[in-house]
């Protein structure tokens, strides 16, 4: 059996698909790393919210880094923006 040329080509179209398809869209959320602990993590995300946002969740993760006993700690707060100031009546 032959492999065309184009199969590469559609095999590449194809993986990009499936990665962007299972990439979240967090378009209302900050993320942020620390060497330290989680809650520094959590916390230098917090720092990163816009004013008045309200956190609707987080969550965190414990990073290995390179085989190393020395785990980085990444923190993802989603929030919901604040409303935007009612325009005065004329």
């Given at each position: 059996m032959?492999?065309?040329?184009?199969?590469?080509?559609?095999?590449?179209?194809?993986?990009?698909l499936?990665l962007?398809?299972?990439?979240?869209?967090?378009?209302?959320?900050?993320?942020?790393?620390?060497?330290?602990?989680?809650?520094g993590?959590?916390?230098?995300?917090?720092d990163?919210?816009?004013?008045?946002?309200?956190?609707?969740?987080?969550?965190?993760?414990?990073?290995?880094?390179g085989?190393?006993?020395?785990?980085?700690?990444?923190?993802?707060?989603?929030?919901?923006?604040?409303?935007?100031?009612a325009?005065?009546?004329?």
């Open positions: 032959a492999i065309s040329r184009s199969f590469p080509c559609r095999l590449v179209a194809l993986t990009t499936l962007v398809g299972a990439a979240p869209a967090l378009a209302n959320s900050v993320t942020a790393d620390s060497i330290l602990d989680q809650e993590a959590k916390q230098a995300a917090l990163q919210l816009p004013r008045g946002a309200t956190v609707t969740g987080s969550r965190c993760q414990e990073i290995g880094v085989g190393m006993d020395n785990p980085r700690y990444r923190c993802t707060v989603e929030y919901q923006p604040a409303a935007a100031p325009q005065p009546s004329r």
